[in-house]
């Protein structure tokens, strides 16, 4: 049985969220994600279900139109097909582990990579 030490695993990029590979198969990905204050992962709607399981810090998850303010404990879910995107606040970090199933394809991460290359949380307002 394939075991992710989240202690283990972190490390902060002073560039972008740091996203840390727990575990993939075709159904489904895990990843362990860090966020250093204000970074964030760009809204975007892949056709992936999403749980969030907020392990330390605090921040937004956004699902569709709502921000939903969380902090350790926390776990947010996210249908398929939903805008969604996740904000550490400016005085926090945030430690996260993040499930999708199934993983995003590529395509679907092109907002993504638009908005942290722009730096914009919500790259997508201009494809709605």
Known sequence: MPRIDFDAERVYDDDRFSAQAGFRSERVKVICGYFEPGQFIPVHAP????VVDV???TGIVREGETDHRVEPGDIITVPADT????????????????VTS???T???HDPV???????EFEPM????
Request: glycine share 10%; no cysteine; aromatic share 0%.
């Open 47 to 50: 056709s992936s279900d999403l």
């Open 55 to 57: 392990r330390s810090g």
């Open 83 to 98: 805008k969604r995107g996740i904000k550490a606040d400016d005085d926090s970090r945030l430690e996260a582990l993040l």
């Open 102 to 104: 199934p993983p995003p």
């Open 106 to 108: 590529d395509e679907e």
């Open 113 to 119: 990579r638009r908005g942290l290359a722009t730096g």
């Open 125 to 128: 307002a201009a494809d709605d």
